[in-house]
């Protein structure tokens, strides 16, 4: 994978290692995530989601890159991936400002 991309590759890592069919909901896996991560891994995983985010890739092909590694009913949260992940961000700018 081109270094430009490695980021992608760590976000479908995060997403998929985080988000996956044995949780029980997509905030408790986030909060136990962001409990266990050190800041610094906190701040290595922000950045590649903003990476991501702001990345030539369509809205398109991001939703289903997230659709594709995090196992999460976006219906049922009543957001779509993007602006889900969007949310993940900010949540873990408040965990690393915490601890």
């Known amino acids: 994978m081109d270094e430009p991309y490695d980021y992608l590759e760590e976000l ?13 909901s997509p905030d408790k896996a986030l909060d136990e995530f962001i409990n266990e991560a050190s800041i610094e891994c906190l701040l290595s ?3 590649n989601c903003e990476k991501f985010l702001n990345s030539n890739l369509t ?7 997230i ?3 995090a196992e999460v009913y ?3 949260i009543e957001l779509n991936p993007l602006q889900w992940l969007n949310n993940l961000v900010v949540k873990m700018k408040e965990g690393v400002n915490i601890k």
């Open 12 to 24: 479908e890592d995060f997403l998929g290692g985080t988000f996956h069919q044995d949780i029980s």
């Open 45 to 47: 995983t922000i950045e």
């Open 59 to 65: 809205k398109q092909e991001k939703e289903i890159i």
């Open 74 to 76: 976006f219906s049922a």
């Open 67 to 69: 659709q594709n590694n």
